[in-house]
Protein backbone atom coordinates (compact mmCIF):
# COMPACT_ATOMS: atom_id res chain seq x y z
CA UNK A 1 0.00 0.00 0.00
CA UNK A 2 1.59 3.25 -0.89
CA UNK A 3 1.76 6.33 1.74
CA UNK A 4 -1.29 8.00 2.57
CA UNK A 5 -3.88 5.02 2.28
CA UNK A 6 -5.94 3.88 5.12
CA UNK A 7 -4.07 1.33 7.11
CA UNK A 8 -5.09 -2.36 7.85
CA UNK A 9 -5.10 -3.06 11.75
CA UNK A 10 -3.30 -5.72 13.25
CA UNK A 11 -5.66 -7.81 14.97
CA UNK A 12 -4.58 -7.74 18.89
CA UNK A 13 -6.76 -11.55 19.10
CA UNK A 14 -4.20 -14.39 17.73
CA UNK A 15 -6.55 -14.64 15.00
CA UNK A 16 -8.66 -12.00 12.89
CA UNK A 17 -12.51 -11.76 12.09
CA UNK A 18 -13.76 -11.43 8.72
CA UNK A 19 -14.71 -7.48 9.34
CA UNK A 20 -10.87 -6.96 10.56
CA UNK A 21 -9.03 -8.02 6.98
CA UNK A 22 -10.07 -5.30 5.05
CA UNK A 23 -8.74 -1.90 5.37
CA UNK A 24 -10.69 0.45 7.83
CA UNK A 25 -11.78 3.95 8.48
CA UNK A 26 -9.50 4.82 11.72
CA UNK A 27 -11.27 5.79 14.46
CA UNK A 28 -12.42 9.34 15.32
CA UNK A 29 -9.24 11.75 16.89
CA UNK A 30 -11.58 14.45 18.32
CA UNK A 31 -10.51 15.77 21.54
CA UNK A 32 -13.99 14.93 23.36
CA UNK A 33 -13.29 11.40 22.87
CA UNK A 34 -10.73 10.72 25.23
CA UNK A 35 -7.90 7.71 24.74
CA UNK A 36 -8.61 4.92 25.40
CA UNK A 37 -6.20 3.18 28.26
CA UNK A 38 -5.12 0.15 26.16
CA UNK A 39 -1.87 -0.36 24.82
CA UNK A 40 -0.74 1.10 22.26
CA UNK A 41 -2.18 0.29 18.86
CA UNK A 42 -0.35 -1.31 16.07
CA UNK A 43 -0.39 -1.92 12.75
CA UNK A 44 -0.11 -4.97 10.21
CA UNK A 45 3.27 -4.22 8.23
CA UNK A 46 4.96 -7.01 6.00
CA UNK A 47 7.44 -7.62 8.88
CA UNK A 48 4.83 -7.55 11.40
CA UNK A 49 6.10 -4.64 13.51
CA UNK A 50 5.30 -1.39 14.12
CA UNK A 51 7.62 0.22 12.02
CA UNK A 52 7.92 4.37 12.35
CA UNK A 53 6.36 4.99 9.23
CA UNK A 54 3.01 2.97 10.68
CA UNK A 55 2.65 4.55 14.20
CA UNK A 56 0.34 6.87 12.78
CA UNK A 57 -3.69 5.85 11.54
CA UNK A 58 -3.34 6.90 8.04
CA UNK A 59 0.23 5.69 7.16
CA UNK A 60 1.46 2.16 6.86
CA UNK A 61 3.74 0.19 4.96
CA UNK A 62 1.41 -2.91 4.92
CA UNK A 63 1.62 -4.33 1.12
CA UNK A 64 -1.85 -4.31 -0.57
CA UNK A 65 -2.99 -7.52 0.37
CA UNK A 66 -2.52 -9.07 3.96
CA UNK A 67 -0.28 -11.85 4.83
CA UNK A 68 -2.56 -14.70 4.57
CA UNK A 69 -3.84 -14.03 1.23
CA UNK A 70 -1.95 -16.73 -1.20
CA UNK A 71 0.51 -15.28 -3.57
CA UNK A 72 -1.71 -15.37 -6.68
CA UNK A 73 -2.00 -11.66 -7.33
CA UNK A 74 -5.45 -11.58 -9.14
CA UNK A 75 -7.27 -14.03 -7.11
CA UNK A 76 -7.78 -14.66 -3.22
CA UNK A 77 -9.77 -17.17 -1.11
CA UNK A 78 -13.13 -16.85 0.02
CA UNK A 79 -13.97 -15.32 3.19
CA UNK A 80 -14.45 -17.84 5.75
CA UNK A 81 -16.07 -17.08 9.33
CA UNK A 82 -13.10 -17.06 11.96
CA UNK A 83 -13.88 -19.37 14.98
CA UNK A 84 -11.68 -19.55 17.51
CA UNK A 85 -11.03 -23.35 17.55
CA UNK A 86 -10.74 -23.57 13.82
CA UNK A 87 -7.48 -24.91 12.84
CA UNK A 88 -5.10 -23.05 11.37
CA UNK A 89 -2.46 -23.31 8.14
CA UNK A 90 -0.67 -20.81 6.30
CA UNK A 91 0.87 -21.48 3.22
CA UNK A 92 4.59 -20.44 1.13
CA UNK A 93 4.59 -20.37 -2.28
CA UNK A 94 7.44 -20.28 -4.16
CA UNK A 95 8.34 -20.41 -8.17
CA UNK A 96 5.59 -20.59 -11.13
CA UNK A 97 2.32 -20.40 -11.47
CA UNK A 98 1.59 -23.66 -11.87
CA UNK A 99 2.88 -23.68 -7.86
CA UNK A 100 0.32 -21.16 -7.38
CA UNK A 101 -2.55 -22.89 -8.75
CA UNK A 102 -1.55 -26.50 -6.83
CA UNK A 103 -1.08 -24.38 -3.97
CA UNK A 104 -4.75 -22.36 -4.43
CA UNK A 105 -6.20 -25.73 -5.01
CA UNK A 106 -4.42 -27.43 -2.18
CA UNK A 107 -5.94 -24.00 0.46
CA UNK A 108 -9.30 -25.02 -1.17
CA UNK A 109 -9.40 -28.81 -0.06
CA UNK A 110 -8.41 -27.81 3.46
CA UNK A 111 -10.97 -24.62 3.47
CA UNK A 112 -13.45 -26.97 2.92
CA UNK A 113 -12.35 -29.53 5.59
CA UNK A 114 -13.40 -26.02 8.14
CA UNK A 115 -9.54 -25.19 8.13
CA UNK A 116 -8.73 -20.85 7.84
CA UNK A 117 -5.55 -19.64 6.22
CA UNK A 118 -3.64 -17.20 8.07
CA UNK A 119 -0.80 -15.54 8.72
CA UNK A 120 2.66 -18.17 9.37
CA UNK A 121 3.24 -16.38 12.68
CA UNK A 122 -0.34 -17.89 13.40
CA UNK A 123 -0.30 -21.01 11.98
CA UNK A 124 -0.69 -24.69 13.34
CA UNK A 125 0.45 -26.32 10.22
CA UNK A 126 2.77 -23.96 6.99
CA UNK A 127 2.52 -25.90 3.41
CA UNK A 128 5.94 -24.63 1.83
CA UNK A 129 5.13 -24.97 -2.36
CA UNK A 130 8.88 -25.10 -3.42
CA UNK A 131 10.90 -24.62 -6.71
CA UNK A 132 13.74 -26.30 -7.91
CA UNK A 133 14.77 -24.72 -11.27
CA UNK A 134 17.87 -23.31 -10.35
CA UNK A 135 20.35 -23.52 -7.18
CA UNK A 136 19.01 -20.00 -5.72
CA UNK A 137 15.36 -21.22 -6.12
CA UNK A 138 17.26 -24.66 -3.82
CA UNK A 139 18.13 -21.88 -1.77
CA UNK A 140 15.20 -20.00 -1.15
CA UNK A 141 13.12 -23.24 -1.04
CA UNK A 142 15.04 -24.24 2.38
CA UNK A 143 15.35 -20.79 3.65
CA UNK A 144 11.69 -20.81 3.46
CA UNK A 145 10.95 -23.77 5.18
CA UNK A 146 13.61 -23.28 8.05
CA UNK A 147 11.99 -19.75 8.75
CA UNK A 148 8.67 -21.52 9.05
CA UNK A 149 10.16 -24.55 11.30
CA UNK A 150 11.44 -21.24 13.76
CA UNK A 151 8.13 -19.60 14.32
CA UNK A 152 7.36 -19.19 18.19
CA UNK A 153 3.72 -21.48 17.37
CA UNK A 154 6.09 -23.98 16.64
CA UNK A 155 3.95 -25.47 13.14
CA UNK A 156 4.09 -28.61 11.80
CA UNK A 157 5.86 -27.91 8.44
CA UNK A 158 4.97 -29.63 5.00
CA UNK A 159 6.79 -29.30 2.42
CA UNK A 160 5.66 -30.57 -1.28
CA UNK A 161 6.01 -29.05 -4.69
CA UNK A 162 9.43 -29.51 -7.36
CA UNK A 163 12.72 -29.96 -4.60
CA UNK A 164 10.47 -32.73 -2.62
CA UNK A 165 9.97 -34.71 -5.49
CA UNK A 166 13.45 -34.82 -6.36
CA UNK A 167 14.75 -34.50 -2.26
CA UNK A 168 17.12 -37.04 -1.29
CA UNK A 169 16.32 -36.68 2.59
CA UNK A 170 17.70 -33.33 3.20
CA UNK A 171 14.97 -31.30 3.35
CA UNK A 172 13.22 -33.70 6.23
CA UNK A 173 16.71 -33.08 8.21
CA UNK A 174 15.75 -29.29 8.22
CA UNK A 175 13.88 -30.02 11.41
CA UNK A 176 11.72 -32.07 13.60
CA UNK A 177 8.66 -30.90 12.70
CA UNK A 178 9.39 -30.96 8.68
CA UNK A 179 7.04 -33.45 6.76
CA UNK A 180 8.12 -34.17 2.96
CA UNK A 181 4.95 -34.72 0.63
CA UNK A 182 5.98 -34.92 -3.25
CA UNK A 183 2.87 -36.00 -3.91
CA UNK A 184 0.85 -32.97 -3.91
CA UNK A 185 -2.75 -33.92 -3.80
CA UNK A 186 -1.84 -36.10 -0.95
CA UNK A 187 -0.99 -32.81 0.81
CA UNK A 188 -4.39 -32.24 2.04
CA UNK A 189 -5.06 -36.09 3.73
CA UNK A 190 -1.38 -35.21 5.20
CA UNK A 191 -2.32 -32.12 6.81
CA UNK A 192 -5.78 -33.35 7.85
CA UNK A 193 -3.73 -35.98 10.00
CA UNK A 194 -1.70 -33.42 11.61
CA UNK A 195 -4.76 -31.36 12.71
CA UNK A 196 -6.68 -34.37 13.39
CA UNK A 197 -9.50 -33.49 11.43
CA UNK A 198 -11.90 -35.48 9.42
CA UNK A 199 -9.09 -36.27 5.95
CA UNK A 200 -9.64 -33.99 3.38
CA UNK A 201 -10.01 -35.05 -0.10
CA UNK A 202 -7.73 -35.25 -2.65
CA UNK A 203 -7.01 -32.35 -4.08
CA UNK A 204 -8.63 -31.01 -8.05
CA UNK A 205 -8.64 -28.38 -9.79
CA UNK A 206 -11.73 -27.41 -9.40
CA UNK A 207 -11.48 -23.92 -7.07
CA UNK A 208 -14.58 -22.33 -8.18
CA UNK A 209 -16.47 -20.67 -4.83
CA UNK A 210 -13.32 -19.74 -3.44
CA UNK A 211 -13.04 -15.89 -3.86
CA UNK A 212 -11.38 -15.72 -7.40
CA UNK A 213 -11.50 -12.21 -8.61
CA UNK A 214 -11.48 -10.65 -12.18
CA UNK A 215 -8.42 -13.52 -13.27
CA UNK A 216 -8.01 -16.96 -12.43
CA UNK A 217 -5.54 -19.44 -13.52
CA UNK A 218 -6.70 -22.76 -14.74
CA UNK A 219 -3.69 -26.05 -14.88
CA UNK A 220 -3.93 -27.71 -18.05
CA UNK A 221 -1.08 -29.72 -18.25
CA UNK A 222 1.96 -30.70 -15.94
CA UNK A 223 5.56 -32.22 -16.86
CA UNK A 224 7.82 -31.37 -19.52
CA UNK A 225 10.43 -33.87 -21.17
CA UNK A 226 12.91 -31.07 -23.36
CA UNK A 227 15.59 -32.02 -21.02
CA UNK A 228 17.12 -28.33 -21.74
CA UNK A 229 20.54 -28.67 -20.51
CA UNK A 230 20.21 -25.80 -17.70
CA UNK A 231 16.05 -27.47 -16.43
CA UNK A 232 16.03 -30.11 -13.96
CA UNK A 233 11.85 -29.58 -14.03
CA UNK A 234 11.85 -32.56 -16.13
CA UNK A 235 13.31 -34.55 -13.64
CA UNK A 236 10.53 -33.52 -10.97
CA UNK A 237 7.31 -32.86 -12.60
CA UNK A 238 7.61 -35.96 -15.08
CA UNK A 239 6.53 -36.82 -18.35
CA UNK A 240 3.93 -33.94 -19.60
CA UNK A 241 0.33 -35.12 -18.82
CA UNK A 242 -2.69 -33.01 -20.10
CA UNK A 243 -5.70 -32.15 -18.01
CA UNK A 244 -9.27 -33.93 -19.52
CA UNK A 245 -10.70 -30.92 -21.76
CA UNK A 246 -14.39 -31.93 -19.93
CA UNK A 247 -12.67 -30.69 -16.64
CA UNK A 248 -10.84 -28.13 -17.67
CA UNK A 249 -14.14 -26.36 -19.54
CA UNK A 250 -16.05 -27.07 -16.21
CA UNK A 251 -13.52 -25.38 -13.96
CA UNK A 252 -14.13 -22.44 -16.49
CA UNK A 253 -17.27 -22.60 -16.50
CA UNK A 254 -17.61 -22.38 -12.60
CA UNK A 255 -14.63 -19.30 -12.35
CA UNK A 256 -17.14 -17.48 -14.92
CA UNK A 257 -20.39 -18.29 -12.15
CA UNK A 258 -17.93 -17.08 -9.78
CA UNK A 259 -16.86 -13.48 -11.38
CA UNK A 260 -13.81 -13.96 -13.11
CA UNK A 261 -13.77 -12.04 -16.75
CA UNK A 262 -10.25 -13.67 -17.74
CA UNK A 263 -8.75 -17.51 -17.31
CA UNK A 264 -5.07 -17.62 -17.93
CA UNK A 265 -4.40 -21.39 -18.98
CA UNK A 266 -0.95 -22.61 -17.75
CA UNK A 267 0.98 -25.23 -17.49
CA UNK A 268 4.71 -26.53 -17.10
CA UNK A 269 5.49 -27.14 -21.18
CA UNK A 270 1.33 -25.92 -22.23
CA UNK A 271 2.45 -26.68 -25.67
CA UNK A 272 2.46 -30.47 -24.90
CA UNK A 273 -1.42 -29.99 -24.29
CA UNK A 274 -2.91 -33.35 -25.63
CA UNK A 275 -5.57 -35.40 -24.55
CA UNK A 276 -7.58 -38.11 -26.46
CA UNK A 277 -6.66 -35.70 -29.62
CA UNK A 278 -7.87 -32.70 -28.20
CA UNK A 279 -4.31 -30.45 -28.97
CA UNK A 280 -4.04 -27.00 -27.53
CA UNK A 281 -5.69 -24.54 -30.56
CA UNK A 282 -8.64 -27.08 -30.05
CA UNK A 283 -8.92 -26.63 -26.30
CA UNK A 284 -8.70 -22.56 -26.81
CA UNK A 285 -11.54 -22.95 -28.86
CA UNK A 286 -13.43 -24.80 -26.43
CA UNK A 287 -12.65 -22.59 -23.74
CA UNK A 288 -13.83 -19.81 -25.51
CA UNK A 289 -17.59 -21.42 -26.06
CA UNK A 290 -18.17 -21.17 -22.48
CA UNK A 291 -18.52 -17.12 -22.76
CA UNK A 292 -15.38 -16.36 -20.98
CA UNK A 293 -14.25 -12.84 -21.72
CA UNK A 294 -10.85 -12.99 -21.72
CA UNK A 295 -8.57 -16.29 -22.24
CA UNK A 296 -4.89 -16.10 -21.66
CA UNK A 297 -1.69 -18.96 -22.08
CA UNK A 298 0.80 -18.58 -19.35
CA UNK A 299 3.58 -19.14 -22.07
CA UNK A 300 4.41 -21.63 -24.75
CA UNK A 301 7.49 -22.91 -26.54
CA UNK A 302 8.79 -21.31 -29.77
CA UNK A 303 8.63 -24.86 -31.62
CA UNK A 304 4.68 -24.85 -30.71
CA UNK A 305 3.60 -21.64 -31.71
CA UNK A 306 2.26 -23.29 -35.28
CA UNK A 307 0.16 -22.47 -38.26
CA UNK A 308 -2.66 -24.36 -36.07
CA UNK A 309 -2.46 -22.40 -32.68
CA UNK A 310 -1.75 -19.14 -34.26
CA UNK A 311 -5.50 -19.95 -36.73
CA UNK A 312 -7.10 -21.03 -33.63
CA UNK A 313 -6.31 -17.77 -31.57
CA UNK A 314 -7.11 -15.50 -35.24
CA UNK A 315 -10.26 -16.95 -34.90
CA UNK A 316 -11.12 -16.65 -30.94
CA UNK A 317 -12.30 -12.84 -30.22
CA UNK A 318 -11.52 -13.38 -26.36
CA UNK A 319 -8.30 -14.53 -26.38
CA UNK A 320 -5.35 -11.75 -25.47
CA UNK A 321 -3.11 -10.08 -27.75
CA UNK A 322 0.25 -11.45 -26.02
CA UNK A 323 2.24 -14.69 -25.97
CA UNK A 324 4.78 -15.53 -23.93
CA UNK A 325 7.79 -17.05 -25.88
CA UNK A 326 10.74 -17.96 -23.91
CA UNK A 327 14.15 -17.51 -26.04
CA UNK A 328 16.68 -17.86 -23.25
CA UNK A 329 19.75 -16.87 -25.67
CA UNK A 330 20.56 -14.61 -29.15
CA UNK A 331 23.16 -16.22 -29.70
CA UNK A 332 22.87 -19.63 -32.02
CA UNK A 333 25.81 -21.03 -30.67
CA UNK A 334 24.52 -20.48 -27.03
CA UNK A 335 21.04 -21.60 -27.64
CA UNK A 336 22.30 -25.34 -29.08
CA UNK A 337 24.56 -25.77 -26.20
CA UNK A 338 21.34 -25.14 -24.17
CA UNK A 339 20.04 -27.83 -25.30
CA UNK A 340 17.09 -25.52 -27.14
CA UNK A 341 15.41 -26.51 -30.27
CA UNK A 342 15.30 -23.60 -32.62
CA UNK A 343 17.76 -20.61 -33.55
CA UNK A 344 17.53 -17.13 -33.87
CA UNK A 345 16.35 -17.26 -37.22
CA UNK A 346 13.71 -19.55 -36.61
CA UNK A 347 12.46 -17.73 -33.68
CA UNK A 348 12.33 -14.58 -35.43
CA UNK A 349 10.34 -16.29 -38.16
CA UNK A 350 7.37 -17.78 -35.25
CA UNK A 351 7.19 -14.09 -34.05
CA UNK A 352 7.05 -12.36 -37.87
CA UNK A 353 4.01 -14.75 -38.68
CA UNK A 354 2.41 -14.31 -35.37
CA UNK A 355 2.47 -10.26 -35.24
CA UNK A 356 0.96 -11.17 -38.94
CA UNK A 357 -1.78 -13.32 -37.44
CA UNK A 358 -2.78 -10.97 -34.65
CA UNK A 359 -2.98 -7.47 -34.82
CA UNK A 360 -0.90 -5.28 -32.18
CA UNK A 361 0.18 -8.61 -30.66
CA UNK A 362 2.83 -8.15 -27.17
CA UNK A 363 5.39 -10.43 -27.13
CA UNK A 364 7.52 -11.14 -24.25
CA UNK A 365 9.97 -13.48 -23.48
CA UNK A 366 13.07 -15.06 -21.08
CA UNK A 367 16.11 -14.07 -21.74
CA UNK A 368 19.06 -16.18 -19.55
CA UNK A 369 22.37 -14.37 -18.90
CA UNK A 370 25.17 -15.37 -18.19
CA UNK A 371 24.98 -19.37 -19.65
CA UNK A 372 28.58 -22.14 -18.91
CA UNK A 373 30.45 -20.48 -22.03
CA UNK A 374 28.71 -17.69 -22.91
CA UNK A 375 31.46 -15.45 -24.71
CA UNK A 376 31.56 -11.32 -24.86
CA UNK A 377 30.17 -12.43 -28.82
CA UNK A 378 27.58 -14.49 -27.14
CA UNK A 379 26.33 -11.88 -25.25
CA UNK A 380 26.69 -9.20 -28.11
CA UNK A 381 24.81 -11.38 -30.64
CA UNK A 382 21.53 -11.55 -27.70
CA UNK A 383 21.62 -7.53 -27.89
CA UNK A 384 21.58 -7.46 -31.40
CA UNK A 385 18.45 -10.15 -31.51
CA UNK A 386 16.66 -8.51 -28.76
CA UNK A 387 16.32 -4.87 -30.14
CA UNK A 388 16.27 -6.54 -34.09
CA UNK A 389 13.01 -8.33 -33.01
CA UNK A 390 11.23 -6.15 -30.22
CA UNK A 391 9.76 -6.99 -27.49
CA UNK A 392 6.69 -5.85 -25.07
CA UNK A 393 8.70 -7.07 -22.15
CA UNK A 394 11.99 -9.06 -21.50
CA UNK A 395 12.01 -11.22 -18.35
CA UNK A 396 15.94 -11.73 -17.31
CA UNK A 397 17.70 -14.56 -15.18
CA UNK A 398 21.15 -15.02 -13.88
CA UNK A 399 22.39 -18.51 -15.08
CA UNK A 400 22.45 -20.39 -11.32
CA UNK A 401 23.44 -23.78 -11.74
CA UNK A 402 21.31 -26.65 -10.98
CA UNK A 403 22.86 -29.79 -9.52
CA UNK A 404 22.18 -32.87 -11.71
CA UNK A 405 21.92 -31.06 -15.18
CA UNK A 406 24.36 -31.45 -17.65
CA UNK A 407 25.05 -27.57 -17.32
CA UNK A 408 26.18 -27.28 -14.00
CA UNK A 409 28.88 -29.94 -14.45
CA UNK A 410 30.78 -27.85 -16.86
CA UNK A 411 34.19 -26.01 -16.57
CA UNK A 412 33.41 -22.88 -18.20
CA UNK A 413 31.41 -20.68 -15.85
CA UNK A 414 30.91 -17.30 -16.26
CA UNK A 415 32.05 -14.99 -13.60
CA UNK A 416 29.55 -13.82 -11.11
CA UNK A 417 30.50 -10.22 -12.15
CA UNK A 418 30.28 -10.77 -15.35
CA UNK A 419 26.93 -12.52 -15.19
CA UNK A 420 25.80 -9.03 -13.22
CA UNK A 421 27.40 -6.86 -15.55
CA UNK A 422 25.59 -8.50 -19.12
CA UNK A 423 22.33 -8.75 -17.22
CA UNK A 424 22.31 -5.16 -16.70
CA UNK A 425 22.40 -4.25 -19.91
CA UNK A 426 19.92 -7.25 -21.39
CA UNK A 427 17.32 -5.36 -18.41
CA UNK A 428 18.33 -1.93 -19.79
CA UNK A 429 17.40 -2.53 -23.46
CA UNK A 430 14.13 -4.78 -22.33
CA UNK A 431 13.40 -1.40 -20.08
CA UNK A 432 13.52 0.73 -23.31
CA UNK A 433 12.02 -1.73 -25.37
CA UNK A 434 9.04 -1.87 -22.83
CA UNK A 435 8.57 2.04 -22.76
CA UNK A 436 8.27 1.90 -26.92
CA UNK A 437 6.00 -0.34 -26.48
CA UNK A 438 3.50 1.63 -24.24
CA UNK A 439 4.26 4.37 -26.62
CA UNK A 440 2.55 2.77 -29.05
CA UNK A 441 -0.31 2.58 -27.29
CA UNK A 442 -0.64 6.14 -26.60
CA UNK A 443 -4.05 7.45 -28.51
CA UNK A 444 -5.59 4.37 -28.68
CA UNK A 445 -8.46 3.04 -26.88
CA UNK A 446 -7.65 -0.15 -24.93
CA UNK A 447 -9.74 -2.77 -22.87
CA UNK A 448 -8.62 -3.12 -19.12
CA UNK A 449 -9.87 -5.28 -16.86
CA UNK A 450 -9.96 -3.23 -13.99
CA UNK A 451 -8.21 -5.22 -10.53
CA UNK A 452 -8.04 -2.47 -8.19
CA UNK A 453 -9.26 1.10 -7.68
CA UNK A 454 -7.60 3.01 -10.49
CA UNK A 455 -5.62 0.08 -12.22
CA UNK A 456 -5.96 -2.67 -14.13
CA UNK A 457 -4.66 -4.98 -17.53
CA UNK A 458 -4.79 -4.34 -20.67
CA UNK A 459 -5.24 -7.51 -23.37
CA UNK A 460 -1.76 -6.78 -24.11
CA UNK A 461 -0.54 -7.56 -20.84
CA UNK A 462 0.23 -3.53 -20.15
CA UNK A 463 -0.63 -2.22 -16.79
CA UNK A 464 -2.54 0.69 -16.88
CA UNK A 465 -3.63 3.71 -14.29
CA UNK A 466 -6.68 5.70 -14.77
CA UNK A 467 -8.79 7.91 -12.58
CA UNK A 468 -10.98 5.54 -9.31
CA UNK A 469 -14.19 7.03 -10.90
CA UNK A 470 -13.42 5.59 -14.38
CA UNK A 471 -14.43 1.98 -13.42
CA UNK A 472 -15.05 -0.23 -10.51
CA UNK A 473 -12.84 -3.55 -9.55
CA UNK A 474 -13.77 -6.36 -10.81
CA UNK A 475 -15.57 -4.94 -14.16
CA UNK A 476 -13.74 -4.46 -17.99
CA UNK A 477 -14.09 -1.29 -19.42
CA UNK A 478 -12.79 0.50 -22.42
CA UNK A 479 -10.04 2.91 -21.95
CA UNK A 480 -8.30 6.07 -23.22
CA UNK A 481 -4.64 5.72 -23.58
CA UNK A 482 -3.29 9.37 -22.78
CA UNK A 483 0.26 8.35 -22.10
CA UNK A 484 2.39 6.37 -19.51
CA UNK A 485 3.77 6.88 -16.25
CA UNK A 486 6.83 8.21 -14.84
CA UNK A 487 8.67 5.02 -14.42
CA UNK A 488 8.11 3.75 -17.88
CA UNK A 489 5.97 0.66 -16.34
CA UNK A 490 2.13 1.50 -17.50
CA UNK A 491 0.25 3.04 -19.37
CA UNK A 492 -1.80 6.26 -18.02
CA UNK A 493 -5.86 6.77 -19.35
CA UNK A 494 -8.77 7.95 -18.46
Same mark, same amino acid.
Given at each position: ???????? /??????????????????????????????????????????????? +??????????????????? +??????????????????????????????? #?????????????????????????? $????????????????????????????? *?????????????????????????????????????? +?????????? %??????? /????????????????????????????????? #???????????????????????????? *??????? #???? /?????????????????????????????????????????????????????????????????????????????????????????????? $????????????????????????????????????????? /??????? %?????????????????????????????????????????????????? +??? *????????????
Amino acid at each position: MSRGKTPL /ARPESPLPSPTQRFRRTPPSRSSSAPRAASRPRRYLCSSRRAHRSCR +SATRCCVPRRPAWWLPHSH +SRLAEVSVARNAHRVAFRTLGCKVNQVEAET #IAAALIGTGAVVVPQEDAEVVIVTTC $TVTGEADHKARKAVRHAHSLPQAPVVVVT *GCLAAIDDGALASLGERVIVEADKSAVPARVAAVLGTP +SAPATTSARA %GEGFHTR /AMVKVEDGCDNFCAYCIVPHARGVPRSTPIEDV #IAEVRALRDAGAHEVVLTGINIGRYDHA *GVRLPDL #IEAV /AETGIERIRLSSVEPEDVDDALLSAIGRTPAFCEHLHVPLQSGSDRTLAEMGRHYDTATYAAIIERAREAIPHLAVSADVIVGFPGETEADAAE $TLAFLERVSFAKLHVFRYSARAGTPAAARDDRVPPETIARR /AAAVRAL %GGSMRVEHLREQVGRTVEVLVERTGEGTARDGSRARFAATVAAPGTLARV +SVS *GIDEAGFALTAW
